[in-house]
């Protein structure tokens, strides 16, 4: 499975001291060689009989083939959802409710190395973090919202609680299961039944979840997962029957959905895009900034809304604070997702990694300076290196434009003023870091920084408790949290 | 002839996980509604309170200490554990003198209840805290902390669900308890420091005394480590008066209907305790 | 290049130092992810021998004797008598009355004798009487000499005369290389051990080291790891490398390749090597010998197959 360690920088090997074939086990994945869609508690095959390939974006190899929902079958969805809201759902008790989301997550937990591995095939990640972060916080999303289930009126007092019915959502690849997992959560929770389609080049833990579905018996209709690309998706979008819908993904396609979903007044929530600033004062705790810069931009391949991928580094300390990242990513390891010492996975796609390429080709032409680590990638497969562009303005687009991969561009500021001005002058808002000693500082800037996610001397740390969305062009509304519950209530009272 | 003849079981104390006798060697009987004898139970003493506070002391910061998350998945599966042992508790509550329909009941309402209190611990805080808009360059907010070691009366009836009512939303903050149970009602509390001494719940965190409710209820009163007890389950027949020794350490003394889901329940015992720290550059 | 601007402890060379905050969190959980490094099995033993060759093999009771101290070196000669593959340790460790026994027992093979001195392992006598207890050991035949940070003054703000009593330590060393026990279970912060650990640099150690092992609190991972950070940071500011020790509660094989990878992630492979890196233990020997019996045999062996010292 995919090719051996490229090698690193830390030398372990001239000892004869070396990391790798730490490989995770694929064994203990059953992929079959073609998967229906899950419609009103089964898998059915298409009403126009097409497919298409899912590929492991590290070897290009064909995992599995996946069915395309057309339009009729998304209308089978969506009515197969109502029925069941209409039948089942709606009357149920949320303490019932809260059985079905307890047993889920439970699932999640007992089969949690399984759907790790598959994420990693299918998506690229590497298994380190699927493992130890994006199972553990899909098992625990459902956990939170299983208990909010029975208790929305203490979220929402003195509110006469209705769930808006039958919900479109629609999801990233970037974090396949975990996007899943904060879409339906929430959703179930407050009484609403589902139709769910995950990203085209992401299907394959949505598809294992329908068998976690199945397990928990679940009522057929609750959650409905339908496959496929742009046309699945936009036949779901303008589906005259949904009381609601939930979108994860570029601001771009955010805008059009968001011409469709206004003209028929449909309530609606975007996760979108950003361009984080990741901001270093000379008095932070340097060391660690370090970490939380390289967290920030390479966790996921840089393949993270969220991502601090302008680096704002106070002026006095830039010098010292690069050269010190720059030997710091010389570590980092990139190849086969699957090893347990890999750093940095492959890119989730042939489309995404001629992007990449494609923006730090032009913040050179821009007149950065790049820097790329000495380490070799794999023949076979996506593959992008840890990239820091330095020398970068404001005015260049590598600064404003989200790149979605492993590419750091960095600034510098001279007072907090100017890093707070350079901070939020982007049409995004998603999030921030502010990394410095001093406790006042950090509540100044918070107060001041326009994004809905802020963290202060940490980064990319995430909570089924903490309501998580941006502000301006990076969406409205939140998840997780009480507020995250509110999108999936009418009469909710205004905290959204 | 052999293995016809039940082994009847010893109900002794819960006391840091573990299931000592009485040191002052006393029993007291409990028998079923015809007047035979079903057990002879441990009678707790003063003594015997006095250690148990000493383990729901030690027990308490690190219980804490726990994530919320972490005490709620270990809360949940004390609910599974409950639910696996169904069959048990309905035939106890009957031996007691319960009819069939209301210990199937009883159980299911009580498993139901530990399960939603279990779902509140990563929630409370939110519902219960505030971030304050002081008048002035500070970042203000309020956090709900578990007020300590709280003291307990069981309601003896009914002895399941009036015990789960009062125990979980104690201990589902961070606090720890000492609780006492009386008559035919320990026979459920014993039963259920079993399943709480197979589960996740660390040692200390739940204490159980089994005796007499107008002998030990003085010193949980009077006892300076206790942050708090609740009396909603004493007999009607106390002598209030001897509450008066709360006021020794300032205790919070708690009262309530036993059948109640409620996050008040929760909320009184916890302390809210709120934060300054100046905003500026 | 540009230094970044100094909040001043004390430089040999009369050039400002900056000690940077460290924040406990992120080092605890960097530590973490490191600890999840595997090794690949046919490394283990290379591994495993070096975790020999940086040993420092310890007896520091008040009831050790020749007869005692003459059973540790042969041991640290000669770790496994049927096995002539496995390399000695790096070094012994024991009180300054010891020495010449210990010298004695070693002559004629690489293991340096290492004595503490200097009031161990309190530190709490004149300064006097520590530098000529140094200074006796050193006479003694020591190689190595581990002093203790004088904790009470450095808790209680007095850095200037931390600083002194660690040069005067070094000048009383003369040839033999110091190392400077920080005491880390008694600092309180990660902030006071990297404060510590530059101001002991600073002054002229050519080790550090975490503990006396005479406290519970011993070292740990994220203790080393922010120690390691101090002596980049030092080398960086500096051009000095100073060598790392880590001492007291490191039990199995498994615990020293964690500090391996530390160390190795953190400095570089320049560190993984007797002269910049140490392993103070005493049942830690038998642990990795144990693993190596394993690597040859197949089987998990036990401990009649292993000496005691």
Redesign the interface.
């Known amino acids: 499975m995919g090719t051996s360690n490229s090698k690193d920088g ?3 090997e ?9 490989i995770e086990s694929t064994s203990l994945v059953n992929i079959k060689d073609k998967y229906g869609l899950f419609i009103d508690g089964d898998f059915v095959d298409s009403s126009s009989g097409k497919s298409f390939k899912t590929l492991d974006p590290s070897t290009e190899k064909s995992l599995s083939v996946v069915t395309e929902a057309s339009p009729d079958d998304v209308d089978r969805a969506v009515r197969a959802a109502r029925a069941s809201y209409e039948k089942y759902w709606k009357k149920m008790p949320g ?1 019932d409710r ?2 079905y989301l ?1 047993r889920i997550a439970r699932h999640l937990q007992e089969r949690s190395r399984e759907f790790a591995v598959l994420e990693t095939l299918d998506g690229g990640k590497p298994i ?1 973090e699927s493992r130890d972060v994006d199972l553990p916080l899909a098992a ?1 999303h459902f ?2 919202h ?3 289930a ?2 929305l009126e ?2 929402f007092p003195q509110r006469k609680l209705e769930p808006h019915g039958v919900v479109g959502q629609i999801i990233p690849w970037n974090f396949p299961l975990l996007m899943a997992a904060w879409k339906l959560a929430p959703a179930l929770a407050c009484g609403n039944t589902v139709v769910l389609k995950p990203a085209e080049t992401t299907p394959l833990t949505a598809l294992l979840l329908a068998e976690v579905i199945k397990d928990v018996d679940l009522p057929p209709g609750v959650i409905n997962i339908v496959t496929g690309a742009g046309e699945t998706g936009s036949a779901l979008v303008e589906h005259p029957e949904i009381d609601k819908l939930a979108f994860t993904g570029s601001t771009e396609v955010g805008k059009l959905i968001q011409r469709s979903a206004v003209k028929r007044n449909l309530p609606l929530t975007l996760e979108l895009g950003g361009k984080a600033p990741h901001i270093i004062f ?8 370090i ?2 810069v390289i967290n920030g931009i390479f966790f996921n391949q840089g393949h993270v809304c969220c991502a601090g991928s302008r680096l704002l580094v106070q002026e ?5 604070f690069i ?2 990242l720059k030997k710091r990513i010389e ?1 980092l390891r990139v190849g086969n997702p699957l090893d ?2 890999t750093d940095i996975g492959a890119i989730n796609s042939k489309t995404q990694l001629e992007r990449i390429d494609q923006l730090v080709k032009v913040g050179i032409e821009e007149g950065a300076d790049v820097f790329k680590p000495s380490c070799s990638l794999p023949e076979n497969g996506y593959w992008y290196p840890p990239t820091v562009l330095t020398g970068v303005q404001q005015s260049h687009r590598v600064a404003r434009e989200e790149i979605f991969g492993p590419v750091l561009v960095v600034q510098t500021f001279r007072t ?1 003023e100017e890093a707070l001005e350079k901070a939020n002058n982007t049409p995004y808002g998603l999030s921030a870091g502010i990394w410095t ?1 001093k ?3 950090i ?2 800037m918070a ?1 001041r920084l326009r994004a809905g996610v802020i963290w202060a ?2 980064f990319n740390k995430f909570d ?2 903490s309501p998580f969305g941006g502000y301006k062009e990076s969406g409205f509304g939140r998840e997780g ?2 507020h995250g519950l509110a999108a999936y209530l009418k009469n909710n009272g205004g905290r959204s | 002839m052999t293995g016809k003849i039940p082994i009847t079981k010893t109900y002794k104390l819960f006391i840091d996980g573990v299931f000592p006798r009485s040191e002052s060697g006393r029993t007291f009987s409990v028998n079923n509604p015809k007047g035979e004898l079903i057990a002879n139970v441990s009678q707790a003493s003063r003594k015997d309170f006095r250690e148990a506070v000493r383990a729901a002391r030690s027990a308490q910061r690190p219980w804490a200490s726990k994530t919320a998350y972490n005490r709620g998945q270990i809360l949940y599966r004390v609910a599974e554990i409950l639910e696996s042992r169904k069959t048990e508790f309905v035939e106890l509550l009957k031996s007691i003198g319960v009819d069939s329909k209301a210990a199937t009941r009883e159980v299911e309402d009580s498993i139901q209840r530990w399960v939603w209190y279990a779902g509140w611990s990563d929630k409370y805080s939110q519902v219960l805290g505030s971030v304050n808009p002081v008048s002035g360059p500070y970042f203000n907010f309020t956090v709900p902390e578990p007020t300590g070691v709280v003291g307990i009366i069981a309601p003896t009836e009914p002895s399941m669900l009036g015990l789960i009512s009062r125990l979980v939303p104690a201990i589902v903050s961070g606090n720890t308890v000492v609780v006492v149970s009386e008559g035919h009602s320990s026979l459920t509390s014993v039963t259920i420091g079993e399943v709480l001494a197979t589960s996740d719940v660390p040692a200390g965190v739940v204490n159980i005394l089994t005796g007499d409710q107008t002998d030990l209820l003085p010193w949980m009163v009077g006892h300076l480590d206790v942050n708090a007890v609740d009396i909603s389950g004493i007999s009607p027949k106390t002598d209030l008066t001897l509450l008066e020794e709360a006021a020794s350490n300032v205790k919070r003394v708690v009262a309530r209907q036993v059948n109640e889901e409620s996050l008040e329940l929760i909320s009184d015992f916890l302390e809210m305790k709120t934060v300054w720290h100046p905003i500026g550059k | 290049m540009k230094m970044p601007t100094s909040t001043i402890t004390f430089g040999k060379t009369g050039s400002p130092l900056k000690v940077i905050p460290v924040d406990a969190v992120s080092l605890e959980a960097r530590a973490s992810s490191l600890a999840t490094r595997s090794i690949k099995t046919n490394s283990k033993r290379a591994a495993l021998h070096l975790t020999i060759r940086c040993m420092d093999l310890t007896t520091l009771e008040g009831a050790d004797t020749p007869e005692k101290v003459a059973s540790l070196c042969q041991k640290a000669k000669r770790p496994d008598p049927s096995n002539h593959d496995v390399p000695s340790v790096a070094a012994v460790c024991i009180y300054p009355e010891m020495v010449h026994h210990a010298v004695e027992a070693t002559a004629g093979s690489n293991v340096k004798v290492a004595s503490v001195a200097g009031a161990f392992p309190s530190g709490l006598s004149t300064i006097k009487a520590r530098t000529a207890d140094i200074a006796d050991a050193v006479k003694s035949g020591a190689d190595e000499i581990d002093i203790v940070l004088n904790r009470s003054a450095f808790l209680a703000g007095d850095e200037q005369r931390v600083f002194e009593e660690i040069v005067a330590s070094k000048d009383a060393c003369g040839e033999a290389h110091l190392k400077v026990i920080l005491e880390v279970g008694e600092l309180g912060s990660y902030d006071k051990i990297r404060q510590a650990s530059m101001l002991a640099m600073a002054a002229g150690a050519d080790f550090i080291k975490t503990s006396t092992g005479k406290i519970p609190q011993a070292s740990s991972l994220p203790r080393v790891l922010c120690m390691a950070e101090a002596v980049r940071d030092f080398a960086y500011q500096t051009n000095t490398p100073v060598g790392i020790k880590a001492a007291g509660g490191i039990r199995t094989a498994k615990q020293a390749w964690h500090y391996l990878v530390v160390i190795g992630e953190t400095l570089g492979t320049d560190w993984l090597n007797p002269e910049m890196f140490r392993i103070g233990a005493s049942s830690l020997l038998n642990d990795v010998l144990l693993q190596l019996k394993r690597l040859d045999s197949g089987s998990y062996s036990g401990p009649d197959y292993v000496t005691v010292d």
Do not use: C, V
Request: glycine share 10%; proline share 3%; charged share 25%.
């Open positions: 830390s030398g372990l001239d000892f004869g001291i070396d990391y790798a074939s730490a303490a809260a059985r307890f380190k625990a956990f939170y299983a208990g909010w029975d208790k203490y979220a000379e008095d932070a705790a340097l060391d660690q900034a970490e939380g006095s300390i830039a010098d010292y050269d010190r570590l347990k010492n907090p000693e406790g006042s500082l509540h100044w107060e001397n940490t089924p408790t949290g009480m």
